[in-house]
């Protein structure tokens, strides 16, 4: 079975920062691209990013370039997403997903395969 599990979620003020964690199982961890996403009650869910299976390309949303950082260690079997000045608005339900095909920008829903039940950031002003 598949598992997606992340972490690392919490309560910051604005200006601050969180790393995110998403541990996978169940799958050939190397091989599929990641994403991280993330939903506001009563929006849809947005890609916040994503990194190709070799790690070495990565897309960011315009919302959280140049703030955030995608990363992730394949011998581990982790993806991180690295938070840096925060913003209020950053406040969401984060997700961490799989992906069979990499398409880039691979940051829509529809396109991921397996997902987490995602880790919880809440930014104070």
């Known amino acids: 079975q598949v598992q997606v599990v992340e972490s690392g979620g919490g309560l910051v003020q604005a200006g601050g920062s969180l790393k995110l964690v998403c541990t996978v199982s169940?799958?050939?961890?190397?091989?599929?691209?990641m994403g991280w996403f993330r939903q506001t009650p009563g929006k849809e869910r947005e890609g916040v990013s994503c990194?190709?299976?070799?790690?070495?390309?990565?897309y960011y949303a315009d919302s959280v370039k140049g703030r955030f950082t995608i990363s992730r260690d394949n011998a581990e079997n982790t993806l991180y997403l690295n938070m840096g000045s925060l913003k209020p608005d950053d406040t969401a339900m984060y997700y961490c997903?799989?992906?069979?095909?990499?398409?880039?920008?691979?940051?829509?829903?529809?396109?991921?395969?397996?997902w987490g039940q995602g880790t919880q950031v809440t930014v104070a002003s």
């Open positions: 997903a799989a992906v069979y095909k990499w398409t880039p920008p691979t940051l829509f829903t529809y396109e991921y395969d397996y």
């Open positions: 169940g799958i050939t961890f190397r091989n599929f691209p």
């Open positions: 990194i190709n299976s070799g790690g070495s390309t990565t």
